[in-house]
């Protein structure tokens, strides 16, 4: 997102989905939706960045559940723009949620965690720098 505009507090940022075998699905959701995967280095391998057909920017991620991300369940997650990350796990903890994944930092980008409603729905937080 260090490239992008940033998307306004309270809108989705980003979604992303975290998988065993990101290699699998990349190449399932280029087959079915005629999404590009861009590489994304993470040291000894790689999580991928895909766009539309013709589309310059990317729209979602497929990463690996790979050392910090192995906590974060399979399923697609919205990141949900805030302002103060903090504020906002302190609302969602007094409301009844959890947090899922602890508060991580994406240098040059912002910080973010992992958060699930009281109904079980998980989404993502962040806070951009």
Request: one cysteine or more; proline letters at 10%; aromatic letters at 8%.
């Amino acid at each position: 997102m260090a490239d992008t505009p940033v998307p306004p507090v309270g809108q989705i940022g980003w979604i992303d989905l975290t998988v065993p075998d990101a290699d699998a699905l990349r190449d399932f959701y280029s087959d079915v939706t005629g999404w590009t995967a861009t590489p994304l280095s993470m040291g000894d391998y790689n999580d991928y960045c895909v766009s539309p057909p013709g589309a310059d920017k990317p729209v979602a991620g497929v990463c690996h559940a790979r050392g910090e991300n192995a906590k974060i369940p399979p399923v697609w997650i919205i990141y949900i723009m805030v302002a103060d990350l903090d504020e906002s796990v302190r609302r969602c903890l007094a409301r009844g949620g959890k947090i899922r994944v602890p508060e991580r930092v994406m240098p040059g980008s912002g910080r973010f965690c992992i958060i699930e409603d009281p109904a079980g729905a998980v989404a993502g937080l962040f806070q951009a720098q």
